[in-house]
Antibody, heavy 124, light 110 residues
Framework: QVQLVESGGGVVQPGGSLRLSCAASGFIFRNYGMNWVRQAPGKGLEWLAFIHYDGRIKYYADSVKGRSTISRDNSKNTVYLQMNSLRVEDTAVYYC?????????????????WGQGTMVTVSS | QSALTQPASVSGSPGQSITISCTGTSSDVGAYNFVSWYQQHPGKAPKLLIYEVSNRPSGVSNRFSGSKSGNTASLTISGLQAEDEADYYCSSYTSTNTRVFGGGTKLTVL
């Protein structure tokens, strides 16, 4: 079935780095834009980043721009989020989400498939 | 990238209809028909309910409907059921090639 599975979360100290992964299955991964969205404990959803279906175009929210990099490996059906200079306020559940339009060139599509999320805790 | 504005909470009785508003600006909700709505139950991932203002994915009940007027989008749930109790989020594409979510609305079914 169509599925996204995140991994790579954990506890990291302020200033540290983490790479999140999201493995996709059940659909033609290389045809769809992918996104990362996070949710701090008890808070709402926050969009973080988008990557074009072939990886050429990337967009970021101001909150993570310059500290995070989204990438993808279409041969492995996996999208990544490298996060650096982590702050306490980055503590959240991180979700990857699939765009619903084939070959979308920007994050204008809706998110029709979500992973179960991976928890990132930034604490000393 | 300010969050879209949603009411913090709404409530209704079983069988009633409720509407959740989502107010943005002329740079997001008002500029594009790329507004979507999500339902999230506690401890679960969000689920897409509405895309491009008023379209329902296959499998989503026709009790859920969406609309937009100017800078405000709306989600209406008719025939409220106990299982509809959840958090609801709107989202819009923006003129800076980003997406923005609303702050979320907690729906209580009385």
């Amino acid at each position: 079935q169509v599925q996204l599975v995140e991994s790579g979360g954990g506890v990291v100290q302020p200033g540290g780095s983490l790479r999140l992964s999201c493995a996709a299955s059940g659909f033609i991964f290389r045809n769809y834009g992918m996104n990362w969205v996070r949710q701090a404990p008890g808070k709402g959803l926050e969009w973080l980043a988008f990557i074009h279906y072939d990886g050429r175009i990337k967009y970021y929210a101001d909150s993570v721009k310059g500290r995070s990099t989204i990438s993808r490996d279409n041969s492995k059906n996996t999208v990544y989020l490298q996060m650096n200079s982590l702050r306490v306020e980055d503590t959240a559940v991180y979700y990857c989400a699939k765009g619903n339009r084939i070959t979308a060139t920007g994050p204008y599509d809706a998110f029709d498939i979500w992973g179960q999320g991976t928890m990132v805790t930034v604490s000393s | 990238q300010s969050a879209l504005t949603q009411p913090a909470s709404v409530s209704g009785s079983p069988g009633q209809s409720i509407t959740i508003s989502c107010t943005g600006t002329s740079s997001d909700v008002g500029a594009y028909n790329f507004v979507s709505w999500y339902q999230q139950h506690p401890g679960k991932a969000p689920k897409l309910l509405i895309y491009e203002v008023s379209n329902r994915p296959s499998g989503v009940s026709n009790r859920f409907s969406g609309s937009k007027s100017g800078n405000t989008a709306s989600l209406t749930i008719s025939g409220l059921q106990a299982e509809d109790e959840a958090d609801y989020y709107c989202s819009s594409y923006t003129s800076t090639n980003t997406r923005v979510f609303g702050g979320g609305t907690k729906l209580t079914v009385l």
